[in-house]
């Protein structure tokens, strides 16, 4: 640790004299600044792919956008999936181009929008954004995988859309010492439920120890204590 301090020296005597609250908000700020650059590099992409980009270099899109961005082809592919996720559902580019989804966050849930949850998620789409607006980038990973583990068990149900309450269920399981819950319930029961967590534990003080808990954070520990 002191080690890496020494080698920022220089960066640390710019930050001389500041209080930690103030370097706390210069993060902040940088934080903003990189997920403005995330939405401008989409832009740059999108138009580029309307002018006929990709077709210009007569490679792939991925390795394309990739050399166009300087950026490696992971984050390529990434960036590629966001941009088709919101070409097929206009709310969703809102949320992404507006910043009220980070694009971190779209690139997290874009991966388990896949063709046979398209449909799923047409209907979910308006909670979902909701959700993901809350959400940092290691929250998304679980709730996009607890989102495709429901609309998997949604596909997989002969049921009809009209037996809804018939295919209620909440279920649990402990993997790699972490316990997971997903569940499908129904609109009326899944509002009360939220309704009760959320007057339980209301949002935390932004100065307290560690920093204010995360709205599912806070549902965690309202249920919690419920039980």
Known sequence: HVSIVHMFGSGRDQFEGWTHDAIADHAAGLRATREHLEREQLAVVAAWWAAGGPDSVCVGIVRATAALLGVADRDARAMVRVLRWCNRYPATADAVHSGAVPVAVAAVFARVVTPPRREIYTRHEP????????????????????????????LSDPTSLDDEYEKRGLWASTVGGEGHMRG????????????????????DALDIPGGPRTLAQRRHDALADLA
């Not at 979902?128 to 709730?143: G, K």
């Not at 129904?186 to 309704?195: G, H, K, V, Y």
């Open 127 to 154: 909670a979902v954004l909701a959700d993901l607006a809350t959400l940092r980038v290691d929250e998304a990973e679980r709730y996009a995988a607890a989102w495709a583990d429901a609309a998997d068990d949604e």
């Open 184 to 203: 499908l319930l129904t609109p009326d029961a899944l509002a009360e439920i939220l309704s009760v967590l959320d007057a339980m534990i209301p949002p």
